[in-house]
């Protein structure tokens, strides 16, 4: 196959007895800032953003991560999964991504002691084995085995209301210094019982996450896990640790995992959005993590690659080559909704997202924007 070939099999369909998607193209999670901070109700504008990237060609969609629980949120303006009230958003949402041929799927999260501190005050906040988490400022309590009961069947719950909202899998968050990386991570996670301590026992709630989602939704319905393959801090846990628990997961049944690396305490070069991150040599910084995932997966398993993929001839040979099944791209899509029909039309340059990472900041200020979809839509700068 000639490179050309290679880049048009990209947006053939792809086809697998668990998953089946117009092409290979992901909208990675991303949180968008503007539910209703009371209820967690998703926002016009949110789904709005979400139906545009459908409609801009992305064969499968990722929500931003849902809250499962009021204490497993993290940030303001995060939307929830936390209430049978709640499964009309996920029927707003599957409605928008099915009309244009895209998938859903619901990502659920619970932030453990990683949260605004503002959203902290508002209900108490649970962590592995209690203290402050890095990079926040406020106390944490340590989780009884009822509480980390608590998390498994909030965990099916949503996922539940996920399957009754009609989205097509859901991807459990368990990366980027949520609380399942605060429990894989040695240096945050100090418990002495079964779920701290050995690889095996950090691991453990993880197993029994997927077993009760699964007890829920049934066999068919997809369940992901976006994994963090290494801590990225200096006395966190490495890859061995991430690559052991994701070969784990796919034994024990999950139908993929997501893969990505760092976490938001990790700072700007080891962080999950690295920054600065441009198409040719510094794309895909985990492609090695996803390749070596690849060899332990089923062929009805999905593995998915996120982080820095930029461009086409890049992301055309990491699928080639048998690296990942599917490709996930988060900042392109704030900065350009359209990216994969503008790529089907033949302009085939890479994206014009230029990793400055402006969308975080703005996410602090409510719905998230980006000065270069801003600056091209007014005519003042095209970094294409
Ligand atoms: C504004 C913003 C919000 C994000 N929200 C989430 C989220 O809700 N869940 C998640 O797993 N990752 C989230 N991410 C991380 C992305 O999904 C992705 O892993 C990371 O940005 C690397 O991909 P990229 O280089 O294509 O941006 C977010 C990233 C950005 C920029």
């Not at 999260?109 to 501190?117: D, I």
């Not at 996803?290 to 930029?310: C, M, N, P, Y």
């Not at 996930?328 to 230029?354: G, H, K, M, Q, V």
């Amino acid at each position: 196959m000639d490179k050309a070939e290679k880049i048009h099999s990209l947006f053939y369909r792809f086809e697998r007895p668990s998953f089946k998607a117009n092409n290979r193209f992901v909208r990675s999670a991303t949180n968008l800032g503007r539910a209703d901070e009371a209820t967690g109700e998703i926002s016009f504008a949110e789904i709005k953003r979400l139906t545009e990237i459908a409609a801009g060609g992305a064969g499968t969609l990722i929500t931003g991560l849902a809250y499962i629980s009021p204490e497993g949120k993290s940030l303001n303006g995060q939307w929830g999964l936390h209430t049978d009230d709640r499964i009309k958003d996920v029927a707003r949402l599957t409605e928008s991504a099915h009309n244009f041929g895209s998938n859903l799927i619901v990502q659920l999260c619970h932030g453990g002691g990683q949260r605004e501190a503002s959203v902290a005050r508002r209900s108490k906040s649970f962590s592995p084995s209690g203290g402050i988490h890095p990079g926040c400022d406020f106390t944490t309590d340590p989780l009884s085995k009822d509480g980390i009961r608590k998390i498994t069947e909030d965990f099916a719950a949503a996922a539940l209301r996920a399957k009754k909202g009609g989205a097509d899998g859901v991807e459990i968050h368990a990366g980027h210094g949520f609380l399942l990386t605060q429990f894989l991570s040695p240096s945050i996670n100090k418990r002495d019982d079964e779920y701290g301590g050995s690889l095996e026992n950090r691991s453990r709630i993880f197993y029994e996450i997927l077993a009760s989602v699964r007890q829920a939704v049934g066999d068919g319905f997809n369940i992901w896990f976006k994994i963090s393959m290494a801590e990225g801090t200096e006395n966190g846990y490495g890859s061995e640790d991430g690559t052991a628990l994701s070969v784990g997961l796919l034994k024990k049944g999950a139908d993929g995992i997501n893969v990505s690396s760092g976490t938001i305490y990790s700072g700007a070069m080891n962080s999950p959005s690295i920054l600065g991150v441009s198409a040719g040599e510094s794309e895909a910084p985990f492609a090695g993590y996803a390749a070596e995932l690849k060899k332990h997966a089923s062929d009805r398993q999905t593995i998915v690659l996120t982080g820095g993929l930029r461009s086409l001839p890049v992301m055309a040979e990491l699928i080639h080559n048998g690296t990942c099944d599917l490709l996930a791209l988060s900042r392109p899509f704030i900065a350009e909704p359209d990216l994969i029909n503008r790529w089907i039309e033949e302009d085939t340059r890479p994206t014009a997202c230029i990793s400055c990472n402006a969308c975080f900041k703005t996410a602090k200020f409510g719905l998230i924007e980006c000065p270069i979809l801003r600056d091209r839509n007014e005519g003042n700068w095209d970094p294409l």
